[in-house]
């Protein structure tokens, strides 16, 4: 079946490191591929998206690829920052002309400080 | 806009109390969705509709939780009777035509005591 596996955290960053999070994915079709962050208290809110293979969904300076030959979606960020201190979703829908199920990882929190 | 707007954020109520979440989308949304999430199994899908009809109800754990979209504004999530391990939080998304992302509410913190 469709599945996201993401890499364990957490992950504890010194400010202005570079980030990676890892994303691999399972699905049939031509799935879409979200990463979604979740602030202390807060819903998810989505951070960025690719719909095909080779595009690459880019937001607040992060960014992430979709590889089809790797089947992965990894998140990157040149510097990050103490307000990027959260818990971060890997998400992926598939389906052609339907709203599909939203199948996500099971997060990965990250630290970052000063 | 003002968001998914999920009420009430917090809950705490009684084994064997009926619970009812409340869930407004977005307007021009015709997806909604109901997640629970907890730290051990993560953000679980409960169930979805599509233009106020659901689709999906795989994920409803038992027959004490039950769904419904009365019109495309309004959605519940009703749970009766609650047990100690339906605590969770709770979360409502809506999204639009296409699979471009959802927007989720802030959540409903459940405590069942």
């Known amino acids: 079946g469709n599945s996201v596996t993401q890499m364990e955290g957490p992950v504890t960053l010194s400010e202005e490191a570079f980030l990676t999070i890892n994303c691999t994915y399972t699905a049939t079709g031509y799935p879409s591929l979200f990463w979604y962050v979740q602030y202390p208290g807060e819903g998810l809110q989505l951070l960025l998206k690719?719909?095909?293979a080779d595009d690459k969904g880019s937001n607040k300076g992060f960014e992430a690829t979709y590889r089809k030959e790797t089947t992965s979606f990894h998140l990157e960020k040149g510097s990050v920052q103490v307000s990027d201190s959260a818990v971060y979703f890997c998400a992926l829908t598939w389906g052609r002309g339907s709203q599909g199920n939203l199948i996500f990882g099971k997060g990965t929190k990250l630290s970052v400080k000063p | 806009d003002a968001g998914v707007i999920q009420s009430p954020r917090h809950e705490v109520t009684e084994m064997g109390q009926e619970v009812t979440l409340r869930c407004k989308p977005i307007?021009?949304?015709?997806?909604l969705f109901w997640y629970r999430q907890t730290m051990m199994r993560g953000l679980e899908l409960l169930i979805y509709?599509?233009?106020?009809?659901?689709?999906?109800d795989s994920g409803m754990p038992e027959d004490r939780f039950s769904a419904k979209m009365p019109n495309a504004s309004f959605s519940t999530l009703k749970i009766q009777p609650s047990e100690p391990r339906d605590s969770a939080v709770y979360f409502c998304?809506?999204?639009?035509?296409?699979?471009?992302?959802?927007?989720f509410g802030s959540g409903t913190r459940l405590t069942v005591v």
């Open positions: 307007s021009g949304h015709n997806s």
């Open positions: 509709f599509n233009n106020n009809v659901p689709i999906d």
């Open positions: 998304a809506s999204g639009p035509e296409g699979y471009y992302g959802y927007t």
């Open positions: 690719a719909t095909k």
